[in-house]
């Protein structure tokens, strides 16, 4: 199975400063990388797919890179609803494997 | 605007079953594959499922393998998750998330909590 290690585990930052967060695979999954944000008491939401493409609707300061088994999910200016945990996601054909890692949590410094 | 909302969870004992589904509306259910994704209390989330647009093809996480099973009814728009011989871990909020292509989830539902505890 893939394991993803995320970090770092807590990111401390104010509005306005950029954040960088990264996602690292055990082993080579191409492209197949996704990012979600998740809110207290509510679902996790798409970000990005494949690695660097975003989810319909997502602003543009949200971007992501990387390919093989370093990715990076950079926020260019925090906004205030952007304080939340950030999961990555991602999956092999084969033999199937869909993982998540275990989470950034963002929060105001 | 796309919504899925899960229905189903509870209080069962170890060693039950219960039957989640997912009423999904707003776009072609038919067309999208589909998936189950937990999240035990305070803890990261775990892909349990997925199932393509016609039900040919079914995964399952190792964890859950031989005791759940997902299926799909695309003229009532549904999804379902059959669970048996539920246990202690599998103690989670379960959500249904519409999947593009495997290993991806752009929209999600609320979820349904499901407790097993004696």
């Known amino acids: 199975e893939i394991v993803l290690t995320q970090s770092p585990a807590t990111l401390s930052l104010s509005p306005g400063e950029r954040a960088t967060l990264s996602c690292r695979a055990s082993?080579?999954?191409?492209?197949?990388l996704a990012w979600y944000q998740q809110k207290p008491g509510q679902a996790p939401r798409l970000l990005i797919y494949?690695?660097?493409n975003r989810a319909t609707g997502i602003p543009a300061r949200f971007s992501g890179s990387g390919s093989g088994t370093d990715f990076t999910l950079t926020i260019s200016s925090l906004e205030p609803e952007d304080f939340a945990v950030y999961y990555c996601q991602q999956r092999s054909n084969w033999p199937l494997s869909i993982t998540f890692g275990q989470g950034t949590r963002l929060e105001i410094k | 605007e796309v919504q899925l909302v899960e229905s189903g969870g509870g209080l069962v004992q170890p060693g039950g079953s219960l039957r989640l589904s997912c009423a999904a509306s707003?776009?072609?259910?038919?067309?999208?594959?589909m998936n189950w994704v937990r999240q035990a209390p305070g803890k990261g989330l775990e892909w349990v499922s997925y199932i393509s647009s016609s039900s040919s093809t079914i995964y399952y996480a190792d964890s859950v393998k031989g005791r759940f099973t997902i299926s799909r009814d695309n003229a009532k728009n549904s999804l379902y998750l059959q669970m048996n011989s539920l246990r202690a871990e599998d103690t989670a909020v379960y959500y249904c998330?519409?999947?593009?292509?495997?290993?991806?989830?752009?929209?999600w539902g609320q979820g349904t909590l499901v407790t097993v505890s004696s």
């Open positions: 998330a519409r999947g593009p292509v495997l290993g991806e989830a752009d929209y």
């Open positions: 494949d690695a660097s």
């Open positions: 082993q080579s999954v191409s492209s197949y």
């Open positions: 707003g776009f072609t259910f038919s067309s999208y594959s």
